[in-house]
């Protein structure tokens, strides 16, 4: 199993553009959630998602849209990109215990400049 | 009422000495208090857990000790190495909560 993916690594983007930060689980997770971290802030949690079709906001979700047409997929894609989105954003999967989120598996991070 | 507190943000400890560091949480639906490791350059990784049906539970030179009545739980690193130099972080869910409520993180650096 490669756990969590996700793609690319390192990103590089001016103020305006858009891009999609794709992440991929083959553990079957229902759960999956995006996370982004920056210095003395922790893990903030951005979007999630419950199952395919469904997702809901978390924390901090301006700025950002997501997607789940698929079990393994999980896209988190970026509208018009602002310096404030400068950071490392991680993508975890779950699965579900009594319908609650319980150990969280997370992929290797993408690390975002905005200029 | 999600929150969790965790304490303190860094920590600088000897080799040989044992760090611990501590997390409050508010909601009491709570049932699953994780701790994560993140080494730099690389995503946290599930540490140790426990539920609150146990008052401690140790994994090798790593113990978490669970106060139900206060509403706080803790990380103790025994025999600290500088291979345990990563950020911790808390956490907790439970109560069909969807989310895992994390700490701010712990920057430990274990120094030969």
């Known amino acids: 199993n490669a756990g969590v993916t996700q793609t690319p690594k390192f990103q590089v983007l001016k103020t305006g553009q858009s891009m999609t930060l794709q992440c991929a689980q083959d553990m079957n997770h229902e759960y999956m959630s995006w996370y982004r971290q920056d210095p003395g802030m922790g893990l903030r949690l951005i979007h999630y998602?419950?199952?395919?079709?469904?997702?809901d906001q978390g924390e901090v979700p301006n700025g950002y849209n997501v997607s789940r047409s698929t079990t393994e997929d999980f896209p988190l894609r970026l509208l018009s990109a602002a310096p404030s989105q400068t950071s490392v954003y991680f993508c975890a999967s779950s699965p579900p215990v009594g319908g609650t989120a319980s150990v969280q598996f997370f992929g290797p991070g993408t690390r975002l400049t905005v200029l | 009422q999600q929150q969790v507190k965790q304490s303190p943000q860094s920590l600088i400890v000897q080799k040989g000495g044992i760090p611990i560091i501590n997390c409050a949480y508010e909601n009491t639906a709570f049932d699953y208090f994780p701790w994560y490791q993140q080494f730099p350059g690389k995503g946290p990784a599930l540490l140790i857990a426990?539920?609150?049906?146990?008052s401690e539970k140790k994994e090798g030179r790593f113990t978490i000790s669970f106060n139900k009545s206060a509403k706080q739980f803790s990380l103790h690193i025994m025999d600290s190495q500088p291979g345990d130099s990563a950020t911790y972080f808390c956490a907790a869910t439970g109560g069909g909560y969807q989310k895992v409520t994390f700490g701010i993180g712990t920057k430990l650096q274990v120094i030969p």
């Open positions: 998602s419950v199952g395919a079709g469904i997702t």
């Open positions: 426990i539920r609150p049906d146990v």
